[in-house]
């Protein structure tokens, strides 16, 4: 009997011990299981999206040992530092920003409180994003036009971050007077668009959804939908994460990862292989299988014609995006040889999918 084949697309999933797959997700590797096959991962707290001074300036006042501190005493297990870098500046100040970087990066990982991963928030007039995962100062010969390209090839874990956040002009915010998504990914413009994952959850601008419902859509909602997108049309896995997007040291758990242990190299498999969960660990158990004898084959892909899907109490299932409605325990899902994605939300959390590798 053949076993389902899944792809941990995003957010507080993992695949059931049954399942196999065509290419294990990196996270799944010899190491996190034990000696009966076991997965011995477990979740991390972290924040995706934090400034920190220096390199920030401005309005940043957050230093290393600030945020140590109050991360530390929140119970945090990793943050991903990521300072400011405009394509301007890396153009006109290259070797001074590359070592304003490299001494930061030190720094940070210096740390032994917990674990903190150099990045960087890549600023353009299109928009931000999350670098991480790769050696920003190596790319010495990049320019801002093909910063991303190079920073991919590299092996960078890239976010679209504050994606739809359109103007909302809540008074005395004033970031709310800017279009802060990144225009080249929302708008599916010609330019760099593959991003390993977006921010579902920003801290700050979650509360001008409560204002700017484009086309009756908070941001989260349209962030799902291009995500789900991408999963149908592309065929490729996409990461759901959340930060904070702090300037002054104040902390939050806003992105769970999968992990086998708190290394930066662990936490980027997690990222990379999509293990997270955005707002909340309550999500955790989120996994699918399928006994089916049945399945059906369309252009080379396989799909199973029904998985069963496991998660602990009530939770909310969202079917390819759309809410099909409060189910305990897990649901039993037809798929009619068709593509699919199934997303749960928990309580704070808000879950990804997971749909069998097409």
Not at 13 to 40: E, Q, R
Not at 206 to 219: D, E, I, K, W
Not at 268 to 279: F, S, Y
Not at 298 to 320: E, Q, S, Y
Request: glycine residues 8%.
């Amino acid at each position: 009997m053949r076993k389902l084949i899944l792809l941990i697309a995003s957010a507080c999933s993992s695949s059931h011990p049954d399942a196999a797959a065509k290419a294990p997700p990196p996270v799944v590797t010899p190491s996190t299981l034990d000696a009966a096959g076991g997965d011995h991962r477990h979740w991390l707290a972290g924040d995706l999206h934090m400034h920190v001074a220096p390199p920030d300036s401005d309005d940043v006042t957050a230093s290393i040992a600030d945020i140590t501190k109050a991360a530390t005493t929140a119970g945090m297990d990793f943050i991903v530092l990521s300072p400011h870098i405009w394509n301007s500046q890396w153009d006109e100040h290259r070797d001074e920003v590359r070592r304003a970087w490299r001494t930061f990066a030190s720094d940070a990982r210096a740390v032994k409180e917990l674990t903190l991963i150099p990045g960087a928030e890549w600023t353009t007039t299109r928009g931000h994003y999350t670098v991480t995962g790769v050696d920003i100062a190596s790319l010495d010969h990049a320019t801002g036009s093909n910063f991303l390209t190079q920073a991919k090839a590299a092996g960078a874990y890239i976010s679209v971050n504050h994606p739809f956040a359109v103007p909302s002009h809540i008074p005395n915010v004033r970031i709310s007077d800017f279009n802060m998504s990144y225009r080249v990914w929302t708008d599916r413009a010609p330019g760099f668009t593959a991003i390993d994952g977006a921010e579902v959850w920003n801290v700050p601008l979650s509360f001008a959804n409560l204002v700017a419902r484009p086309g009756g859509h908070t941001a989260e909602e349209l962030t799902w939908t291009e995500l789900d997108r991408v999963v149908h049309q592309e065929h490729r896995a996409v990461t759901a994460v959340g930060g904070t997007d702090d300037h002054h040291g104040h902390v939050l758990a806003t992105t769970y990862v999968l992990a086998g242990d708190a290394s930066e190299a662990s936490i980027l498999g997690a990222l990379r292989a999509g293990a997270t969960c955005v707002g909340g660990a309550e999500a955790g158990s989120f996994r699918a299988h399928s006994t089916d004898s049945d399945w059906v084959t369309i252009g080379g892909d396989i799909i199973a014609a029904t998985i069963d899907l496991v998660w602990n109490g009530p939770a909310r299932l969202f079917i390819d995006g759309i809410d099909s409605g409060e189910h305990t325990d897990g649901y039993v899902a037809q798929t009619g040889g068709e593509l699919h994605t199934y997303r749960i939300v928990v309580g704070r959390s808000r879950s990804g999918f997971i749909y069998a590798n097409l």
